[in-house]
């Protein structure tokens, strides 16, 4: 296993405010940045973020390329996993954020599941 694969969200997505959960015209999209990291999951020690050149992000773009990883491993898998090294305050209180609200939309999926099979 290799040690750490690096993922430049600004080269990859080519702008200093990525955007998009889905691409359809085929432009990088948050649904880009969460395959290459599934991409590399296994094969790497830790999987580390580089935010450089970036400003801003919207909140599908940093739920379906960060967030939904969740829906694939556990909380504590996706901090061991996942470094962010040079996010910025603004940055990481969006990845946060974005991380709660889909924590709580799986629980609410799972109850749903729960009180369906009941």
């Known amino acids: 296993m290799e040690n750490e694969y690096k993922v430049n969200v600004y080269e990859i997505m080519g702008t200093s405010t990525p955007a998009g959960r889905t691409s359809e015209s085929g432009e990088p999209s948050g649904e880009t940045i969460r395959n290459i990291i599934?991409?590399?999951?296994?094969a790497h020690e830790k999987v580390s973020i580089y935010?450089?050149?970036?400003?801003?992000?919207?909140?599908?773009f940093v739920d379906e390329a960060f967030a939904k990883?969740?829906?694939s491993y556990s909380l504590d898998e996706f901090n061991q996993k996942l470094h962010f090294p040079d996010a910025n305050d603004r940055l990481v209180k969006s990845l946060n954020?974005?991380?709660k609200?889909?924590?709580k939309i799986?629980?609410?999926h799972k109850e749903r599941e729960e009180e369906g099979l009941e």
Do not use: C, H, S
């Open 38 to 42: 599934l991409e590399n999951w296994e």
């Open 97 to 99: 954020d974005a991380v």
């Open 106 to 108: 799986i629980k609410m």
């Open 69 to 71: 990883l969740l829906e």
């Open 51 to 60: 935010f450089e050149g970036v400003m801003q992000m919207t909140r599908p």
């Open 101 to 103: 609200l889909r924590l």
